[in-house]
């Protein structure tokens, strides 16, 4: 026996049969509101990830201070060809 070919049905059926997606659902005043609420919350994580990032460098900058004033840590990284500086 052979088997039967079905036949997928045609794109202008599965467009009419779209089911009603939430944004089709909100009313256009809400839908606003989140928008905003969703940029004012981005916005936020970027202030906070600038200012994380500015403490960071203010942090490294600081321990860089601490160790150019720290005798132990020059002596052990400066190179040790004392000619170039003749």
Known sequence: M???RRQPP???AA???K???LKDLLSPDVLS???AQ???LSMAEE???EEQRRQDEEA???EQKRLENDFEYLLNNSSTDWRKHK
């Open 2 to 4: 052979a088997k039967k």
């Open 10 to 12: 045609s794109p202008s």
């Open 15 to 17: 467009s009419q049969d």
């Open 19 to 21: 089911p009603a997606t």
């Open 33 to 35: 509101k989140l928008k």
């Open 38 to 40: 969703a940029d004012e």
């Open 47 to 49: 202030k906070r990830l």
């Open 60 to 62: 490294r900058k600081a």
